[in-house]
């Protein structure tokens, strides 16, 4: 076999779209985080724009400039994603003059927008003026619904924002299937001891198994200085907490972005990069902050604290378990709404970010997904759900559908089977017939005589025919030398085609085989030799010599 490498590649003009990442779903109204990367090759150096549609309404547009042939480059977008709905982002970078092909400059993506409600709860050990314009934070976001529980006294607790008369009457929750039905969690200014064995064991559960986020705050009582760091709960933070109990000061601090922070969904009060780590070192001075210690491994800081004589961090986040967690090591942000200019959006901005962040991957009780969303010119995929009870502890015997809706009339319901490894796990192969965009949603009901309805998750995912070819088009020539030194061939340059010819006229490969018959053993020379005695016979009768 011979491996052939045809035309020169590596020197046509092409911008071209490699990959968009971003999240499956999004909450509506929110700003979401995408990176495109892409690759160009006769452009380095030149100006382009790229721009993110949804239908025909432009959601970004952003200059970048290319970097050097044939490396990628990764671009982060951050954008509000709208209204709630089964969406097709289309990110594109308009032609330069004399590109060859401008049909890979332009890729989609499906995500899913829900405008569902996610509920925090939120606990305060003493009235002060951050829990006031926290909830007035929230209050301007309609995808997230703070209840709180604020102590008054030693024994009194005021609460705000519950559904119902009975929701938190007892106190804070000492069962899973009341504290699992929130999304989120925010502790302020409260002692460890405050919580009970068992329920900071149900906390420790709530990120740990059923995925949820918690948000500690820093205060008089908080962190070190509430017996944090000798809980049950020390683990589920970011941080090595410092020794001690005095670590909460009343001094002013000003406040700046990390590296990480200026990439953050989190802390983009502005969309350029610059103008935003600006804008933050301008922000109203805080009057207290607490010493969190040092980051644990995996935790990220996004913001610090400068005090003076040093910086401590400020807001540090981590993923833990199913969940995350993270510290905002001050009560004073609320200074930042009462002392910048009047209508300047920052406090309030910042605080619905970071809400939406706590609480954007709190999976319910049923998980659905498929490991591939983007079908290239195949319909094939793999439907997964991932399904608890109310306790969120595996649902193991449940009846699971999922109901999908596409192009063409697209209709389908279809069952999926439980996993043979894995409790709660449920699966099934189906195929996509037709390109375009897809919905699916399924629902999990208990099995049995009277079903009851444990939860339901939707996601989509899209069919393309036709395009694969257009992307990833420059020559691959390490694959194609190791694939001819595999096979016993050879790789030609362009400059060598003259000699293709008498180069492949027969090679030791193993796939052209030599085979040796002898001359007279072949029935050709034997119906030869047996024609020529017939063909002499019937001149000499036509000769009449017979």
């Known amino acids: 076999m011979h491996t052939v490498g045809f035309g020169n590649t590596q020197h046509r003009r092409d911008v071209e779209i490699e990959d968009v990442s971003m999240a499956a779903s999004a909450i509506a109204n929110a700003r979401i985080s995408t990176t495109v990367t892409l690759t160009q090759r006769g452009y380095s150096g030149r100006a382009a724009v790229l721009t993110v549609h949804d239908g025909e309404r432009a959601l970004t547009q952003r200059e970048i400039t290319l970097t050097a042939d044939g490396n990628l480059q990764s671009e982060p977008l951050f954008f509000p994603i709208g209204k709630a709905g089964a969406k ?295 439907l997964i759900a991932r399904v608890r009870d109310t306790a969120f502890q595996a649902a193991a015997d449940a009846h699971v559908t999922a109901h999908i809706i596409g192009p063409a009339a697209t209709d389908a319901l279809i069952q999926l089977r439980p996993s043979q490894d894995t409790p709660g796990l449920y699966e099934t192969d189906w195929r996509a017939e037709k390109p375009g965009a897809y919905i699916a949603e399924v629902v999990a009901e208990t099995a049995g005589g009277q079903p009851q309805t444990l939860g339901r998750d939707a996601f989509t995912f899209q069919r393309e025919d036709g395009i694969a070819e257009n992307f990833h088009t420059e020559q691959n020539r390490r694959f194609l030398e190791h694939l001819a030194a595999q096979t016993g061939g050879r790789y030609w340059k362009p400059s060598e085609l003259k000699s293709l010819p008498a180069d492949i006229s027969y090679s030791e490969a193993g796939i052209s085989v030599r085979t040796t018959k002898e001359l007279w053993n072949m029935p050709i020379v034997f119906m030869v030799l047996l024609g020529l005695p017939a063909a002499e016979w019937m001149l000499r009768r036509e000769w009449g010599v017979i």
């Open 88 to 382: 097709n982002l289309r990110f594109s970078v308009e032609p330069l003059e004399g590109e060859e092909s401008i049909v890979n400059n332009t890729v989609t993506r499906p995500i899913l927008v829900s405008d569902a409600k996610r509920r925090i709860l939120y606990i305060e050990g003493e009235p002060r003026w951050e829990y006031k314009f926290i909830r007035r934070a929230e209050e301007g976001d309609p995808t997230v619904e703070l209840v709180s529980m604020l102590r008054t006294s030693e024994n009194k607790v005021y609460r705000q924002g519950i559904g119902n008369p009975n929701e938190l009457a007892a106190g804070f929750p000492v069962r899973a299937e009341d504290l699992f039905s929130y999304s989120g969690i925010i502790i302020g200014s409260v002692a460890a001891d405050y919580f009970t064995p068992l329920q900071q064991e149900l906390l420790h559960e709530y990120v740990d198994r059923r995925g949820g986020g918690i948000l500690f705050l820093g205060g008089s009582s908080s962190l070190s200085d509430g017996g944090w760091g000798t809980s049950r709960l020390n683990e589920l933070l970011p941080t090595f907490l410092p020794s001690g109990n005095h670590n909460f000061r009343r001094n002013p601090a000003t406040v700046e972005l990390t590296a990480a922070g200026l990439d953050s969904p989190i802390t983009r009060l502005l969309d350029n990069p610059e103008q935003n780590a600006a804008r933050w070192k301008k922000l109203t001075y805080l009057a207290d902050y607490e010493d969190p210690g040092s980051l644990k491994p995996g935790a990220t800081e996004l913001i610090n604290v400068n005090t003076g004589h040093r910086k401590l961090p400020l807001l540090i986040t981590q993923s833990y378990g199913y969940g995350r967690t993270a510290i905002m090591a001050t009560g004073g942000t609320w200074r930042w709404q009462m002392s910048e200019a009047l209508g300047d959006p920052s406090h309030d901005l910042f605080w619905q970010q970071l809400l939406r962040w706590l609480v954007g991957e709190s999976l319910g009780p049923v998980a659905a997904s498929t490991p591939t969303r983007l079908l290239m010119d195949e319909g094939g995929m793999q």
